[in-house]
T-cell receptor, first 111, second 113 residues
């Protein structure tokens, strides 16, 4: 069953602005991850946040996790044209080794 | 480069053909995965291998046949596919099946005509 679901499906912003993407999921998780995919290519792991963490930073990325609401957000600050890609959240369920992905948010950063 | 290499990058095949997708990882990982990515659908996990043993088969039709001869190589044998099987097929690896982070290859874009 589908676990993560990203929102919005598509987002278009100007270079330099911040981009925020959200993810909701349905069942208990061990961790939640965000991946990036450039058009037609493989996924690249960006950041992982564990179920007992609330916020994590990596460079221009900030991830939050609210397990009570079963939701996460990915913030990309000071966006660049090179950030244009699709972003996926993936959950690693409690007692499971499967990664379950959402449909993704397509981000376009306009120079 | 993620350390996971897939070949070919693009493949066009007829419905009566037999072809194979190849994946190789140079990361020393013990777990390997096949995912299918279709337009407007979430990534679908197809198969999971741990130390060359298949540990997961997510109700994938038998026209897809995986093979894992060793922990560094993974194949997906294809035969009598349907046009709806056209998709991006992604291979991934992780240190173990319990490891959270997956490393993906660039994918094979498959078109069935």
């Amino acid at each position: 069953s589908q676990q993560g679901e990203e929102d919005p499906q598509a987002l278009s912003i100007q270079e330099g602005e911040n981009a925020t993407m959200n993810c909701s999921y349905k069942t208990s998780i061990n961790n939640l991850q965000w991946y990036r995919q450039n058009s037609g290519r493989g996924l690249v792991h960006l950041i992982l946040i564990r179920s007992n963490e609330r916020e994590k930073h990596s460079g221009r990325l900030r991830v939050t996790l609210d397990t009570s609401k079963k939701s996460s957000s990915l913030l990309i600050t000071a966006s660049r044209a090179a950030d244009t890609a699709s972003y996926f959240c993936a959950t690693h369920g409690a007692g499971s080794y499967q990664l379950t992905f959402g449909k993704g948010t397509k981000l376009s950063v306009i120079p | 480069e993620t350390g996971v290499t897939q070949t070919p990058r693009h493949l066009v095949m007829g419905m009566t053909n037999k072809k194979s997708l190849k994946c190789e990882q140079h990361l020393g990982h013990n777990a390997m995965y096949w995912y299918k990515q279709s337009a407007k659908k979430p990534l679908e996990l197809m198969f999971v291998y741990s130390l060359e043993e298949r540990v997961e088969n997510n109700s994938v039709p038998s026209r897809f046949s995986p093979e894992c001869p060793n922990s560094s190589h993974l194949f997906l044998h294809l035969h009598t596919l349907q046009p709806e099987d056209s998709a991006l097929y992604l291979c991934a690896s992780s240190p173990g099946v319990a490891s959270p982070e997956a490393f993906f290859g660039q994918g094979t874009r498959l078109t069935v005509v």
